[in-house]
């Protein structure tokens, strides 16, 4: 049986239409952020996945200098694993290559203050960190 160009271009546009969800966990998270966001910002509307993916490669002068980006331990592809500078392996970011990532809140709240400190030189915002795991759940 053969299928058509028009199915073929259905399914197609299907395939890119699908928008991956973050685990109960991760939402349980994601609910969190968005509530403290909103508590900051009345108008908070949800998280973006592009400001999130901008966050993850955006390089700051504001950080520590060997550290300007997340990019400098984790890589460019969150699905790839990345390295500490003292040479420790980083698991992938990406949900889809860890599915548990994000979710135990106090582990999340950690590496997020810890990294946020090193790249930006001040705590992420509830909206950053949303954003962040949004972008990181489509990954």
Sequence with gaps: MRMTLTA?????????????APGPAQQAQLDTYATLAKAVDPAFAG????????????????GKPDTPSCTTCHTADPTKPGQTRAGKAIGPMAI????????????????????????????????????????????
């Design 8 to 20: 073929l271009a259905f399914l197609s546009a299907s395939a890119t239409l699908a928008v991956a």
């Design 47 to 62: 998280f973006s996945a592009e400001h999130g993916k901008t966050l993850f490669l955006a390089k700051s002068t504001t």
């Design 96 to 139: 889809s290559m860890k599915a548990d990532r994000y979710s135990i809140p106090a582990e999340t709240e950690k590496w997020f203050g810890r990294n946020c400190d090193s790249v930006l030189g001040r705590a992420c915002t509830p909206l950053e960190k949303g954003d962040f795991i949004t972008f990181m759940v489509g990954q």
